[in-house]
């Protein structure tokens, strides 16, 4: 909240653009946005809140702000005398029950800078998830999150969760790493990223990585996900597919796996300056060979490959 940390003389500035939004949400235009009830009135009935409610982190701000520690309650929850006469939930407004995102309104009128401010260009916002579906407002624990991540995160993305428990994984579940440290869930730059692309965000651990290489390789170069599943694979090192399943989803075979199995003499059809001899076995044996056992500096090397028909780009050494 440190757009607010000014004091606000009397219920002024961004306190009428939550009056507004209160209207908006459910608020009758012929009242004011809060009529002065003190908290003490509504602790009568909410006990369990009441007591708890200063030592949330909305608490500490409000007994900071200058008019609202005393009536804080209706800044957010809007008039309360008729809910108070009524005792009926529906004459008062429950920002975490309003349907889909539209309470979101109210908590940007407070949260609309920082890392905040991009929350409508956000995917959470485009799937219309409400800031009640993740925090609790009225929580103690210092960013009012329900759960802790990735166990929040898991509640939605069923999917990132089963990927995570496959063979080879980010270390999430080890505590080594947290979706926070990839994912900018309010619509900010993911942390410790250059730039807002997932090469770049790659880097910012895997350093070794990024070169500049003499001999690069394309994917390297372009998306890190080309080649690689982040959350999760069944293939050694994220990869998407075992080798030489996944390098022959662009690189045509050549030598030994070339052909059909035949006894002979073969020229490479897509490389024509590759030739050898085919055996029964060859299919077979080029299936079985990883492509890395020849090719070891897959990530891009500064020495030339000594194969010929490579021009140096062999990424072998």
């Known amino acids: 909240m440190e757009n607010r940390r000014r004091r606000i003389p009397g219920r002024s500035g961004p306190l009428i653009l939550i009056a507004a939004v209160l209207i908006l949400l459910g608020g009758s235009a012929s009242t004011t946005w809060a009529q002065g009830i003190a908290n003490s ?39 309360a005398t008729a809910h108070i006469e009524s005792g009926d939930p529906k004459d008062i407004i429950n920002p975490s029950k309003v349907e889909g995102s539209n309470g979101n309104e109210l908590c940007l009128t407070c949260h609309n800078s920082g890392h905040m401010a991009d929350w409508s260009a956000s995917s959470h916002s485009a799937g219309d998830v409400s800031c009640a579906s993740c925090h609790k407002v009225h929580s103690t624990e210092g960013v009012s999150l329900k759960k802790s991540s990735p166990a929040l995160c898991y509640d939605c993305h069923a999917d990132v969760r089963s990927a995570s428990m496959l063979p080879s994984h980010h270390p999430i579940a080890e505590g080594k790493i947290d979706c926070l440290d990839c994912h900018g869930v309010h619509g900010e730059t993911p942390r410790m990223a250059m730039e807002p692309t997932g090469r770049e965000l790659c880097f910012s651990c895997h350093a070794d990585k990024e070169g500049p290489y003499a001999f690069e390789h394309a994917p390297v170069m372009e998306d890190c996900s080309i080649c690689h599943s982040p959350h999760g694979t069944v293939a050694d090192n994220l990869l998407k597919q075992a080798e030489p399943a996944l390098c022959l989803s662009c690189h045509s075979m050549h030598f030994h796996a070339s052909v059909e199995s035949v006894d002979g003499a073969f020229t490479d059809p897509m490389n024509r300056s590759r030739d050898g001899v085919s055996t029964p076995d060859g299919w077979k044996l080029g299936m079985l060979t990883k492509c890395t056992q020849c090719h070891t500096q897959i990530h891009g090397s500064d020495l030339p490959s000594q194969a010929a028909s490579t021009g140096g780009k062999g990424l072998t050494r």
Do not use: M
């Open 41 to 79: 009135t509504c602790a009568q009935c909410h006990t369990e809140v009441s007591d708890s409610f200063h030592n949330s982190p909305h608490g500490k701000f409000f007994s900071d702000d200058a008019g609202l520690r005393d009536n804080s309650c209706e800044t957010c929850h809007g008039p």
